[in-house]
Structure formats: C-alpha cells, structure tokens
C-alpha cells in the first residue's frame, strides 16, 4: 500500500511539474493544448513546431498532462457467484484515479519522439477484493487482475506511447509503441490507459484527401495489462486466462495449449493495411486488409455518402461489409465459439474454418449546426463462424454496437437507435437504445436483449470534463433456456487536462 502511494505522489507531483513546463512551452495559453472526444480519445491543439538544430529538440518540446478518475457500479439481476470456482454474475464496483504525461519533442528535420507514462490507482474503499477481482466487469480496466490474483498488486503503472516519428509533406512513419486507429484497431482510452501495440506503422498521401497505410505489430498492451503480450493467443504457458490477450473480442478456443497441440507457433504478427480517401465530394470510403498470418485474414470495405439540404440539415447512408477467411486459426480453436465453448448450434464448418462476415448499415439525419444527429443501423452477422475481434475496433462499431455489447456471434441480427444532442456548447447527450436479435440455437452465446444507453458530457471548463453513463441490459429468456444476464450499470468519469 505504501509502494502505491509513493507511486500516485510521484505521478502527481511529475503532473504539477509538467503542468510549468507545459505552460512555458505552450503556444497559447488560452486555448486547450488537448481536448477529449465523445469516445474518450484525444485531440491535439497544439503540437510542437519544427526547429532549426538538434539542441533546440527538447527545450521546445510541450508536456501534456492528464489527471483523471473513473468509477463503475455493476449490478446483476440475478448474482450467481460461486465463492469456491470464484465464477459466476457479481455484483461490482471498481474506481481508479491517477493519470498520465505525455512529453512530445520538437521536431528536427522530420524527425521527432513521443513518450508517456499512465498510472491507474485503486482506493480501497470502491474496489473488489482479491478473491472477487474475476467478477469485476467494466471497471476491470482500471487495475490489472493479473497482477491482483499473481502479485497482490492493485493498479496499473505503464509506459504508453513511447516511438520514434518521421514524418514529411507525403509519409508519416513511426516507430515503437503506438496508438493506430483503424476499423480493426483502436487506443479505446475509455478507462485509465490506453490500448497500444509494439512495432511499424507507415502512411502515405497518394492523392488530395486519400492516403494508404500499413501496419506491422508483433506485440499488443491492453487497457488492464501493465506488459505486453500476443495479438491473438488467449491463456499462457501456466494456462492464466489473464496472462495473455484476454480482451473480451478474443476467440478463447485460440488457447496458447490448443497452438501448442496443433504444431503452431503461440507469437503471432498483427498486420494491418488500409486504404482511405475523400476525393469525391461528401463520400468517403475505406478498403481495409488485416492477417495474423497462420490464424485469421479480413477484408473490410467501408462506404458513406453525405447529402446535404439548403436548410442546414443532411442525410448521411453507410455501410460496412466484414469479411473473415479462415488462415490456419480455425483447426487450433477447434469446435468452439468466440467464448470458447463448444458451438452447440453453429455450422457444422466452424470445427475446421473461421470463415465469417456481417454487414451493417446506417442513415444519419445530421442537424444543423453541429447540434447533433440521429441514427438507424442493422447488422447481420452471416451464419458460419463468429467474428474476432481483440483489438479494440469493434467490428460493429459506429453502427449497432452498444457500449459492453458484442453482437458478432454468428447469426445474430441487431437494429439500433441513437440520438446526439449539444444542448449548449458545454452540455452534450447522447441515448442509444439497441435489439439484440442473437441464435437462439446457439445454447452458449448470449439471450436475446434490449439496451439502453444514457451518456452525458458536461465541460465544466474548457480542461475539465464530467462524464456520465447509465446503461440498462434486459436479457429475453422467454422463449429459451438461457441463463438471465440483465443487469444495470452506472459510470462517472472526470477528466482534467493540461
């Protein structure tokens, strides 16, 4: 206890530190050097500029601090948990307070660096004890239950963008650990610390408002590990269901045991390749490649059109086609779905093949004057193997996708309604409410469900912001024998940076 302390004072007295510094190196003082999006992801306003010799690198460098504090309460219907398997629907409350700093350097000749460090500490007075960490739920992300259940350890402590960047009029190329925003990939900074990987990214501008980029990661950080570990492979040597890539979009049939059986290698590659552009007028569309070569390859194409009125107001369609191909990865994870128990129910293709697909589609009425915008969208997830997905870009993400929702089960159909309103410019709302339309056959997946979503962002200064979610899960088990999950949720979180 001392240890984590020690730990927050150091991170806060670094923040106070860099907040002087930062202050001395901004360009203006008055304008926000970062800003959060509804996501949660961060905008920069203010960036190094270049310099004109090696020793002026650092000293016009700018600080970027971040203090920040996230609290969930997770409430079942109906709790289930066993004290002895230590399985089961728990009741959960979990917090974390700290923050980061983020030092970005001047940039010399194209050539610049970006390291920071996030803390994540956890009071004791809203947290789970250490034999009930495995019921936390969205709050898990605010500690490590690894390091709970193996080190006695609350919190996290971990270096997070740390690379090397060249960047000219035409290439950005980076190099080390990163944040890369994609249709599959994403820093999903909805908790303490950020999703990241290890490894290249390169973009180009190939023509006016279009651009290709590829991607090469051989490691990835998620939000709740404070080390690296594969892209793909769930479990470790010792069988550890949290020493690996535990994230919830994970196929758990991909067990580091199952690679090991089957002759296949446990280190896996990440690689990513994507085409964008906006050259035509009010329509943007995306062509998308990914592979974990001996696993799984997708393809991922990606339209939407923009049509606006003379009174300020607009209509904007999308659609998403999601394509998976089987590279190797279905052999290993056997006749198993996403949660890595038998696939009672699927195609009977799924014990040797991860071929998959879904297609979503949306129309946006967007308001005028940014005020805000409404949105209907349907998936449907083709009827072969489910769709993977764990690296924090939900494939149904921006279309049917509720928050703590994964609606890529094979055969599941979902429509969604959401509305986005500014009140004012520093009040904003957004309602989501989604019907879960999962197979019914399928006696291991999730029950039918309706969804509710409440959020509010409330900029109390232009660096401090409130946040707040109420979310409402009813599970149909009329008509079924699965087991009621309904529950309700309540989150806060504030932000503050400088």
Partial sequence: MQKKIITLRVILASSLLMLNLAMANSVDENKPKRITKANMSVKYNILPKKVNSISKIFSSGIFYGRLRSNSFYWNWENETWNDETKKGQLDNKNMGIGGSIIYKTGIFNGFSATMSYYGSFNPSFFRMDKDEVAGAKAGKDTFSRYNVKNDDQYGIYAFGENYLQYQNDMFNIILGRQFFESIFSASNDTKMIPNTFDGISMSAKIAKKTQVRFAFFDKQKLKHHDKTHDVVTFKDSNGDSWGNNDDAGIHKGLTYENFVNAGEDVDHNLIIADFQTKYIDNLKLNFS??????????????????????????????????????????????????????????????????????????????????????RLGYSKVEDKADIIAPWRGFPTGGYTRAMAQYNWYANTKTIMLRGVYKFNPNFKASLRYAIQDFDNNKLNIAPDSTIWHLDTWYDITPQLQLKTRLGIYRADTKYTAKFDNSYNEYRLELNYLF
Avoid at 315 to 320: K, N, T
């Fill in 289 to 374: 490649f990914l592979q974990v070569p001996s696993v799984v390859k997708d393809i991922v194409l990606e339209a939407n059109y923009k049509i606006s009125f003379d009174n300020g107001w607009a209509i904007r369609p999308g659609v998403r086609y999601f394509y998976q191909m089987d590279d190797g990865g279905g052999i290993v994870a056997g006749y198993t779905s996403l949660n890595g128990k038998e696939a009672v129910g699927y195609n009977s293709d799924v014990q040797t093949s991860l071929n998959g697909s879904l297609i979503a589609l949306r129309t946006d009425l967007i308001m005028p004057n940014k005020k805000g915008f409404l």
